[in-house]
């Protein structure tokens, strides 16, 4: 059963903010008609063999890179492009309607290919942290998120990514309840000691992980999700799937790497670029949820650009093995404001940027 000092009684809620109502209307305002998208084939040659690919207007020269990578397997920064523009090609963020593409057009790559496949980071020297840098909050701007949302190339991203995307259920979902999509890396594991091994998987979780887990259940089925393919394997370990808990989670690796794409916006007056995971592609493979219904804990809140509305940012979870770190009480707070909030139909409304506040105002049981 669910740890008692997670408990918490659900008060009347007024979850509307006059932020919310303004940022909805803006959004709603900024939507633009789609037109049909340009496409168009080109040929090129690579190691004495020849390819054809197809690239659209809204794609950016990033795109184009990608899909020589996946056919060559040649990375980004070893490709060598010749006559595809002339001079210099532009920038990964340029688009390439701006380069003038016709059918047909021909070019070279030059490049050393590398194997892709995916290895476990525990076999790695030397790990590097993950660096929480030019981290964006959307919240407040609706008009980059109106940007993002009707921006064609995205639109399509997430369909490829919904159409690539198999779903893996551990245990069937159940009606009527809310949604959690929940980071793992560094919200609720510092992956940093659990991948060099430095740290067995039960000391490199955050404090109160399975009561938090226990606390939430009743309300919200979970999905886990990471930039580690071979995290399920850790999850195992950490007695989050497979063991006898008074919790399952549903499904794992949802919004794996293999499911975010890059986007493009400025900040700052300057091109920008991040990785982000659309909730939509979950949405779309499991219809009863939807912004409404769906909760999204990260520490980084760039990774809510798409569904700012349903992200909630938590403080990132590091030096596991430190006492600091052990006095963590994150998880604690978190399922106190997500059991409050459990019993509203519709949790869109609510800004959850405000959610420590919030959690300060409630009794204890």
């Not at 109502?21 to 040929?43: D, G, N, P």
């Not at 290895?119 to 790990?127: F, G």
């Not at 886990?224 to 799937?241: D, G």
Request: charged content about 25%.
């Amino acid at each position: 059963m669910p740890d008692n000092d997670l408990n918490c009684e659900t008060k009347e809620l007024n979850p509307i903010s006059a932020e919310a109502e303004v940022a909805k209307t803006t959004v709603s305002s900024l939507k633009i008609t789609q037109a049909a998208e340009r496409w168009v084939t080109l040929q090129f040659t690579w190691s004495g063999k020849h390819f054809s690919l197809d690239i659209a207007d809204s794609d950016r020269v990033f795109d184009l890179k990608t899909a020589l990578h996946d056919l060559t397997k040649v990375p980004p920064e070893r490709q060598k492009i010749l006559g595809l523009a002339k001079g210099k090609l532009p920038p990964d963020e340029a688009r390439i309607a701006d380069l003038k593409l016709t059918t047909g057009k021909k070019f070279t790559l030059l490049g050393t290919p590398e194997g892709d496949e995916i290895k476990d980071p525990s076999k790695l020297e030397n790990l590097p942290d993950v660096i929480n840098d030019f981290d964006v909050d959307f919240t407040n701007d609706p008009t980059a998120v109106a940007k993002y949302k009707n921006d064609q190339r995205n639109i399509r991203k997430v369909k490829e990514m919904t159409d690539k995307l198999n779903v893996n259920i551990i245990h069937p979902l159940r009606e009527g309840k809310k949604l959690l999509v929940l980071d793992i890396d560094y919200t609720i594991l510092d992956t940093k000691p659990l991948t060099s091994g430095s740290l067995p998987p039960s000391e490199c979780a955050r404090p109160r992980l399975h009561e938090f887990l226990e606390a939430i259940y009743p309300y919200y089925d979970s999905t886990s999700q990471t930039s580690w393919i071979w995290l399920e394997t850790k999850l195992v370990e950490l007695n989050m799937i497979g063991a006898n808990r008074n919790y399952q989670v549903s499904v794992v690796n949802i919004l794996d790497k293999t499911s975010m794409f890059t986007v493009f916006t400025e900040r700052d007056g300057k091109p920008w670029q991040h990785s982000v995971k659309a909730l939509q592609i979950i949405w779309n493979h499991f219809p009863q949820f939807n912004s409404t219904n769906t909760i999204h804990v990260d520490d980084l809140s760039r990774n809510f650009a798409l569904n700012p509305q349903s992200g909630l940012k938590i403080h990132a979870f590091k030096n596991a093995h430190t006492t600091e770190s052990q006095a963590d009480r994150e998880l604690e707070k978190l399922a106190r404001y997500m059991v409050h909030i459990a019993p509203l139909h519709d949790i869109s409304p609510l800004m959850h940027a405000n959610w420590k506040t919030v959690v300060k105002s409630l009794p204890r049981s």
